[in-house]
């Protein structure tokens, strides 16, 4: 099992930054791509940004590019998600999501493809 906890939400205004942690634990000893989404009240859980467990893949929502940034550190077990230029558009739960593989440059955009899940965090962006 590996638990996710994430952090680094807040309010802030728009334009403004935030960097969101996502910490593992548990049996982290497998490689995982991992993911962040976010879900506004009303809407759909969408996806944001993935890293393959290497880091060397990367993909973006469309509505995100240039301005969110998806990083990770193996040895600290964290995946982070800088958020630049944010809008009033952007506020939402963010929840970060991990799957099990095998492949170096997986970086799956659907929240089907990810089997663990943190709690969220709470990001608002005031106008």
């Known amino acids: 099992q590996v638990q996710l906890v994430e952090s680094g939400g807040g309010l802030v205004q728009a334009g403004g930054s935030l960097r969101l942690s996502c910490a593992a634990s548990?049996?982290?000893?497998?490689?995982?791509?991992m993911g962040w989404f976010r879900q506004a009240p009303g809407k759909e859980r969408e996806f944001v940004a993935a890293v393959s467990w290497s880091g060397g893949s990367t993909r973006y929502a469309d509505s995100v590019k240039g301005r969110f940034a998806i990083s990770r550190d193996n040895a600290k077990n964290a995946v982070f998600l800088q958020m630049n230029s944010l809008k009033p558009e952007d506020t939402a739960v963010y929840y970060c999501a991990g799957v099990s593989t095998l492949s170096s440059n997986y970086v799956p955009d659907r929240s089907r493809s990810y089997y663990y899940w943190g709690q969220g965090t709470q990001v608002t962006v005031s106008s």
């Open positions: 548990g049996r982290t000893a497998s490689s995982y791509a």
